[in-house]
C-alpha cells in the first residue's frame, strides 16, 4: 500500500510540511523520530510561568532562560537533520502544577497536598497571557517553525474551559462564551505578539471522561471562535491529571483504536484550519484511512514512535510490515508505572538510551550462539545476535514460535498482542542465516552437542497449579486450556485467581462469550501487578460487565466433582460457589529448574525473561536485547 494520501505535503499558514504526520512530545530524543520521517516533531515542552506551571517540578528551568538556550536551540537543529520541521509545546499546568509557592487556576481552594491554589484575577490572566505569548515569541527566535499550545488534557486553559474545574460566578465562569473568555485572551495575545505568519498549533480534549466536564458541543463552540487566531489544531480527550480521564488520553488494549477519529471528523466539518487527530493510531493502514476519509488533516503518533521512531520512513518505503508495534501496556508513561519502571515493551531503547545504542554493531569474532526457547525473549536474544553477525540456532519445543504470545493473542483485548506477535515472525522470516528447529526439546546433551560459544535460556514459565482437593477434576481447566479451548467451558464458570490472566480472562468470557462468570482471591485487589492505568483500564470495562463478579478475600480450598468450590474468608468462614467450569488462573512460575541443567556447557550461559521470574515483555525483551547486543 502506497499511503499517498498520510504522505502529501501540507501547508499550514505558509509553513509546508512534507506530509500528515506529527511526533507528539514524547521521549527526548527528537532527532530519531525526525530521521525516522515525521513532518512536524514536537521537541518537548517549554513552562510558560517561572516555578508555578511545570507538572514535574517547581525548580523546572525555563527551556528560554539565558542558559537553557542553547540546548532548545539544539532541539531545532535536531529535528531539522531529518527535513521535519521544528515544534515546541507551550505548557502551563495551573492549578495542577507542581511549584514553588501557589498554583493559578480558574477558583481558589487548598490541594489536597496542602499547595494554595489561587483564582485567577483579570490581571494575572493578563500577566500570564503576556508570558504565554512571551514564550512563542522566543520559541520563534530561536528557530522553531511553529509552536504547539497546550489548551487539552486539563492543564489552565482546559481548567477554565471545562465546568469540572471552573465554578466561577463572574464573566469568566458559567456558559462557554464566558469559560473561553481566558483562553481566548491567551490565544489573541499570543497572534498579537507573533504577527499573522507565525503557525500556530494547538492540542485539546474533546471531551474529557469524567462526571461533570466539558461536552463536545461546548469544545466545538470554543473552536469555531479559536480558528481565528490559530493554524491547526490537534484533537485528544481526556485527562492527564485523575486517572479515571488518563486511560482515554493514553488508551490501553481495552479501548478501541484511533478513539478520537470521529471526534475530529465533527471538528473538520465545523472548522475553517487543518484538524489534527491523537489517540491510538497504531498502523500506517489506519492513519491513511483517516487522512483519505476527511476526518483529519493529520494524525499525531505518540506511543507508535517510541515503539518504532522509523514508523513514518518504514510505511513511506513499503515496510509497513517492519514497524515494531505498540501494544498500548503504557509502561512508557511514567504517571502508569509511578517512575518505577519506566521503558518501552517493544523498544528496549527507549528509556535506555545511554546504553543501548541506536543501531547494531557488527560484532568483530563470530560466536555460535544457541536459543532455547522461541518466545519473546529468545525471538529477540536469536534477531540481535543475528545482526552481530553471529551463528544463531533457535530452539523451540512447540510447533510454533511466540511462547505465551501464541495463547494470548486469541483473547479479544488483545489485537495489538496479536500484531507484535506478527512482527516478530515476520522479522524471523527476513532472517533465514537463524537456524530455527520447531518442536525440538532441548535437552543439556542436545544442546551440547552444538558446540556453543554462548547459550541464552529463554525457557519460560508454567502455570501453577495449588495443591488442594479436585484441582485435577474432568471440569477444572487451566487459563491457557481455557483461552484456546473455549467450547470445552459450560456457562457458569469459577476462574480462582484475580491477577491480570485471571480477570482478563474472566472480563472476555462475560463480555464476549456469553458466560457468567465468578472470580475468586484471597487477595484484595484486582490485577494487582499490572501498572496503574492498566488496571483502571481494566475496572472500567469490569463495571460494564454485569455478569461478572467478583470474591475477594476468599481463599479457593477444595473443588467438588461437581465443579463446586469451596472457598473461606478472612474471618474462617465458609462459602461454596457452583459452577459448571473452574478455571485455574492461579500465576505463573519460572522454569529455573529446567535452566539450571544447561549450566555447564559454556561458560558464557544466561537466563532471561520468565524462567528467571514471570514478569512482563518489557523485561523479556529489554534482557534478551541488551545481553545479545553485547556477545
Not at 489548551?151 to 462564551?177: C, K, M, V
Not at 529468545?378 to 540481535?384: C, D, E, P, Y
Request: hydrophobic share 40%; glycine share 10%; net charge negative.
Amino acid at each position: 500500500m502506497a499511503f499517498t494520501q498520510l504522505f502529501s505535503p501540507l501547508e499550514i499558514n505558509h509553513l509546508i510540511v512534507k506530509n500528515r504526520i506529527v511526533a507528539t512530545p514524547t521521549g527526548d530524543y527528537f532527532d530519531e523520530k525526525a530521521l525516522g520521517g515525521a513532518g512536524i516533531v514536537i521537541a518537548g515542552h517549554a513552562i510558560v510561568e517561572d516555578g508555578r506551571s511545570s507538572f514535574s517540578s517547581g525548580d523546572e528551568p525555563d527551556a528560554f532562560h539565558k542558559y537553557q538556550r542553547e540546548e532548545t536551540r539544539h532541539r531545532v537543529l535536531r529535528i531539522h537533520q531529518g527535513g521535519a520541521r521544528a515544534s515546541i509545546e507551550i505548557f502551563h499546568g495551573g492549578q495542577f502544577a507542581r511549584v514553588r509557592d501557589f498554583a493559578r487556576g480558574p477558583v481558589s481552594f487548598t490541594r489536597d497536598d496542602g499547595i494554595e491554589v489561587r483564582g485567577m484575577t483579570t490581571d494575572d490572566m493578563d500577566d500570564v497571557a503576556h508570558l504565554f505569548a512571551r514564550k512563542v515569541l522566543e520559541a520563534r527566535e530561536l528557530g522553531f517553525d511553529m509552536a504547539f499550545l497546550h489548551f487539552g488534557h486539563g492543564w489552565l486553559p482546559a481548567q477554565f474551559l471545562s465546568p469540572r474545574t471552573n465554578h466561577r460566578t463572574d464573566e469568566y465562569g458559567g456558559s462557554i462564551e464566558n469559560r473561553s473568555r481566558f483562553p481566548l485572551q491567551i490565544l489573541r495575545t499570543i497572534r498579537e505578539a507573533v504577527g499573522p505568519r507565525f503557525p500556530l498549533d494547538m492540542r485539546i480534549s474533546a471531551i474529557e471522561w469524567v462526571p461533570g466536564s466539558i461536552e463536545f458541543e461546548d469544545t466545538l463552540a470554543f473552536l469555531e471562535q479559536a480558528q481565528e487566531h490559530i493554524d491547526s489544531v490537534q484533537i485528544s480527550s481526556g485527562l492527564d491529571i485523575g486517572i479515571q480521564g488518563n486511560v482515554h488520553m493514553a488508551t490501553t488494549t481495552f479501548e478501541p483504536h484511533a478513539p478520537n477519529a470521529d471526534f475530529a471528523r465533527r471538528a473538520k466539518e465545523a472548522l475553517t484550519i487543518p484538524v489534527g487527530v491523537v489517540g491510538a493510531i497504531l498502523t500506517p493502514t489506519e492513519a491513511e484511512d483517516i487522512i483519505a476519509s476527511g476526518k483529519a488533516d493529520l494524525v499525531g503518533l505518540g506511543r507508535p514512535l517510541i515503539a518504532d521512531p522509523e514508523w513514518p520512513k518504514k510505511a513511506a518505503e513499503g515496510r509497513a510490515d517492519e514497524i515494531v508495534p505498540c501494544i498500548r501496556c503504557l509502561q512508557c508513561y511514567h504517571i502508569s508505572t509511578e517512575r518505577k519502571k519506566v521503558g518501552c515493551s517493544v523498544n528496549p531503547r527507549f528509556w535506555n538510551e545511554e546504553f543501548v545504542p541506536r543501531t547494531i554493531e557488527r560484532a568483530p569474532t563470530k560466536r555460535r550462539v544457541v536459543v532455547v526457547g522461541g518466545g519473546p525473549g529468545g525471538i529477540t536474544a536469536a534477531l540481535v545476535a543475528a545482526r552481530r553477525g553471529h551463528d544463531v540456532v533457535l530452539l523451540e519445543k512447540s510447533t510454533e514460535l511466540g511462547g505465551l504470545l501464541t495463547v494470548i493473542r486469541r483473547e479479544k483485548y488483545k489485537a495489538d498482542i496479536g500484531r507484535y506477535h506478527d512482527y516478530l515472525l515476520h522479522q524471523i522470516n527476513l532472517h533465514p542465516e537463524i537456524d530455527v528447529r520447531l518442536g525440538v526439546e532441548a535437552t543439556p546433551d542436545l544442546v551440547a552437542d552444538l558446540h556453543p560459544d554462548s547459550l541464552i535460556l529463554a525457557l519460560g514459565s508454567r502455570e501453577f497449579v495449588p495443591p488442594m482437593p479436585g484441582v485435577d477434576g474432568p471440569r477444572v481447566m487451566g487459563a491457557c486450556d481455557a483461552i484456546e479451548q473455549p467450547d470445552r467451558l459450560g456457562h457458569d464458570v469459577t476462574v480462582l485467581g484475580a491477577g491480570s490472566v485471571g480477570a482478563e480472562l474472566a472480563l472476555e468470557l462475560a463480555t464476549f462469550e456469553g458466560h457468567d462468570v465468578t472470580v475468586l482471591d484471597p487477595g484484595s485487589a484486582i490485577a494487582h501487578q499490572g501498572n496503574s492505568l492498566y488496571r483502571e483500564g481494566l475496572r472500567q470495562k469490569i463495571e460494564q460487565a454485569p455478569d461478572l463478579h467478583f470474591a475477594l478475600g476468599r481463599l479457593p480450598v477444595s473443588i467438588s466433582e461437581d465443579a463446586t468450590v469451596t472457598a473461606t474468608g478472612p474471618d474462617g468462614s465458609s462459602a461454596e460457589f457452583a459452577a459448571d467450569t473452574v478455571i485455574v488462573a492461579t500465576g505463573m512460575r519460572p522454569r529455573e529448574e529446567e535452566a539450571k541443567a544447561f549450566f555447564g556447557i559454556t561458560a558464557d550461559t544466561v537466563m532471561i525473561g520468565d524462567c528467571v521470574q514471570p514478569r512482563i515483555i518489557q523485561d523479556a525483551v529489554l534482557e534478551a536485547h541488551t545481553f545479545a547486543m553485547n556477545l
